[in-house]
């Protein structure tokens, strides 16, 4: 039986973002800068400035910090093939995807509305991802019986880390959507625009406020929602 998506409360989103923000400190006091929550605003704050300045010097440094920022988010761990294999250039291809001049307008997402209408280029900048760590997997795994294709958490991750124009489907995050009916899989072969959309429906009516990208006070909600 299909179940309706329900929507985020305005007070317990305000309470999680809060409760998000309020952890580095918690943890490490007037060091909280320290903390690797603040991965995410090192690497957005790098991606923007190659971004708007077109500075083909600086690609590499970028690719660099986002395999640091993929590692503080355990995207560098265990057996994963980024770990195992390969050194941070890997992501050199990733950074010639990002900086294609038709995903710019992914930067600005201002509102919920803009965001639904530009759901379809979000998976295309999703899919892009994709192919090419699928490519660059494709060499190890002709040797080795491993899979070529990367998750749905490290693409994610890469698109909230620069452009904050959608949430990272961490295991925290893909709990807390099964809380509100709202599907997780990214991939679907039919209705793909489906997953997108119940996020929308999930967060239109919520004010956002505050420095940070709607979104990632959406990732931020999230991954601190506490299941009832």
């Known amino acids: 039986m299909k179940q309706n998506v329900k929507k985020y409360s305005q007070k317990e989103f305000e309470l999680n973002v809060n409760k998000f923000l309020k952890e580095p400190f918690l943890k490490l006091g007037k060091r909280e800068k320290l903390h690797r929550y603040f991965s995410w605003d090192i690497l957005n704050e790098k991606f923007k400035d190659v971004l708007n300045s077109g500075d083909a010097s600086k690609k590499?440094?970028?690719?660099?910090h986002i395999?640091?920022?993929l590692?503080?988010?355990g995207m560098y761990r265990g057996s994963t093939k980024l770990l195992k294999y390969f050194n941070f250039k890997i992501n050199k291809s990733v950074v010639e995807i990002l900086l294609k001049s038709k995903y710019k307008s992914l930067e600005n997402i201002k509102s919920m509305n803009d965001y639904k209408d530009k759901i379809s280029l979000i998976i295309e900048l999703y899919d892009?991802?994709?192919?090419n760590y699928n490519n660059e997997f494709n060499s190890i795994s002709k040797n080795e019986n491993v899979s070529n294709s990367p998750t749905d958490t490290l693409i994610t991750k890469i698109i909230l880390g620069t452009y904050a124009c959608f949430p990272a489907y961490d295991t925290n995050v893909k709990a807390s959507l099964r809380e509100f009916n709202v599907s997780s899989n990214l991939e679907l072969k039919k209705n793909r625009e489906k997953p997108f959309l119940d996020l929308y429906e999930m967060y239109k009516d919520i004010e956002f406020d505050g420095e940070y990208p709607i979104m990632k006070q959406i990732d931020m909600s999230l991954f601190k929602y506490e299941k009832k």
């Open 71 to 73: 590692a503080s988010w």
């Open 128 to 131: 892009d991802i994709k192919i």
């Open 60 to 64: 590499e440094v970028l690719s660099l």
């Open 67 to 69: 395999s640091m920022y």
